[in-house]
């Protein structure tokens, strides 16, 4: 009898896991509250059943979600005979889990939550509902960030503020000098407060990891929301708001805005123009649709003067910055039959000119705009060794290469980081291109043969851009709509 009720036990713990993950849709849910199921005890009779859960958050969300789950009660109930054949169904009793390692627990459901990547796919009216019920937010964006990521940064975090709503913006690598003109872009900070937060959103960022070490336990940032539009996924938030037919996460950040009913100020449209101008490349590259120009269209009869904002990112540049191009343009080789170009910027270039990693934005566009070329290659120092940006004219999809090598992006801009030589690496990525050509060459010779596929997005003014993002294999999403931030500590489905 006892094995048998133990046996019930471990197919209720995994049942009720991922019922409270895949069918809980009460909004009274905290954004907060990640919920795993830790243990159920049935009665012998199977009509009662204590559910002992652990639920992240304060005192006031775990009570809060226990409270839903209370209510709730029957519903799961009635789920469960469908799931678990027993003769009799118990009725559930929801208890929190208050045992001395219980936080340890919360932390390390987490961490698995981070390594796992169990997210879903949500709406920009689910995202505007996290963030309305989101008590401290944190906004952050990738490291060596570009327009559309500051842009998107600023006009999100100034936004909530403006809402009365408690928020930090931070970026890691902080704000390039191109882009502090920005209103709001004096809030942005380089270190976090010791105080944690109980939601975080991740901008024109769609994998965590590309943080490192930088990024802090999950435990103090709370629930995670990534917003993107790069084609391209690392699981590792709890909700993702992604579009990769948007021009740039800007857009995203319009939408979100106006489902909060936040009114564009001239600074909000200024940012969300500035993301919108970087990564069309001033509405010069195939992400440039109709879209795009009407939203531009509305952000200038908003207020913004487009010639400050084109002249901040793309026609302000220091002496030393224009002395550093002059080294790299002379490191310009040509190959995989002239569809190939490629820079590099070396550790003493930078020493020499007095110049940052960020004096090097855009420069991977330079080899873009040799004439035949069909794929540009910009390598530059880093930690790890090698940060690789790559560009395409449209034909050749660059982000299936950095894909190859544990990077990501869109189809015309992405990228990776690497330890290999500069002289190893350019022979691969030239053989690479010379086999991509000849296969697209021959597909356009034969019968049937498609279009090039239509590219996701240039690199705007931000050469670090997509390059800098270590995304990984680009995730298929089904219909099915999962809340992967509550889940049972034993199920592992995925």
């Known amino acids: 009898m006892a094995d048998r009720l133990a046996r019930i036990n471990r197919q209720l713990v995994v049942a009720l896991g991922e019922l409270i993950s895949e069918r809980l849709r009460d909004p009274r849910l905290p954004a907060a509250a990640m919920i795993a199921v830790r243990s159920v005890d049935t009665s012998p009779d199977l009509r009662h059943a204590k ?26 109930r009635a789920e469960l005979a469908q799931r678990v054949a027993l003769r009799t169904t118990p009725e559930l009793r929801f208890l929190l889990d208050s045992s001395e390692d219980a936080g340890a627990r919360v932390d390390a459901i987490l961490r698995e939550l981070a390594t796992t990547g169990r997210m879903v796919e949500t709406s920009v009216a689910e995202a505007a509902g996290l963030l309305r019920g989101a008590a401290r937010i944190l906004v952050t964006t990738h490291p060596d960030p570009d327009g559309d990521a500051i842009g998107s940064l600023v006009a999100l975090s100034e936004g909530l503020r403006a809402r009365g709503q408690d928020v930090v913006a931070l970026s890691v690598d902080g704000v390039p000098a191109s882009l502090r003109f920005l209103a709001g872009s004096a809030e942005v900070v380089e270190t976090l407060p010791t105080r944690g937060f109980d939601l975080t959103v991740i901008v024109d960022c769609a994998d965590a990891r590309m943080f490192g070490a930088r990024l802090p336990p999950r435990s103090y940032l709370g629930a995670l929301l990534v917003v ?11 909700w993702l708001l992604r579009d990769p037919a948007a021009p740039a996460t800007g857009v995203l950040i319009h939408q979100l805005l106006a489902a909060l009913d936040v009114a564009l100020t001239p600074a909000l449209a200024e940012a969300i123009y500035c993301a919108l101008v970087a990564d069309t490349g001033s509405f010069r590259y195939q992400n440039t649709t109709p879209e795009a120009l009407r939203l531009a269209a509305e952000l200038v009869a908003l207020g913004v003067d487009p010639w400050r904002v084109a002249s901040q990112l793309f026609e302000s540049r220091p002496r030393r910055q224009l002395e ?4 790299v343009l002379g490191t310009l080789e040509v190959a995989a039959d002239g569809r190939a170009a490629a820079l590099t910027v070396t550790a003493a270039m930078l020493a020499e000119t007095g110049c940052t990693i960020e004096a090097t934005d855009g420069m991977v566009n330079f080899a873009r705009s040799v004439e035949g070329v069909e794929v540009a290659i910009l390598l530059r120092p880093c930690a790890e060794g090698l940060r690789v940006s ?4 449209g034909r050749v999809d660059v982000a299936a290469i950095a894909q190859s090598q544990g990077g990501g992006g869109h189809h015309n801009a992405a990228g990776f980081t690497t330890s290999r030589s500069a002289a190893e690496l350019l022979r691969l990525l030239f ?3 010379r086999r991509r050509c000849a ?8 019968p049937g043969a498609a279009a090039p596929e239509r590219g996701g997005g240039g690199g705007g003014g931000g050469g670090g851009g ?4 270590l995304g990984q294999e680009a995730t298929a999403w ?3 709509r999962r809340r992967v931030g509550c889940w049972s500590s034993t199920s592992r489905r995925g």
């Open 324 to 327: 550093l191009l002059s080294r």
């Open 431 to 433: 053989d690479e291109t």
């Open 228 to 238: 993107d539009h790069h084609s391209t996924v690392g699981q590792v938030a709890d």
């Open 478 to 480: 089904g219909h099915h």
């Open 439 to 446: 296969a697209l060459a021959r597909g356009a010779a034969g």
């Open 51 to 76: 559910v002992r859960v652990l639920i992240s958050g304060d005192a006031t969300v775990q009570q809060q979600a226990l409270q839903v789950l209370q209510r709730a009660r029957g519903f799961l």
């Open 390 to 393: 790559l560009r395409s004219r």
């Open 466 to 469: 997509v390059g800098a993002g």
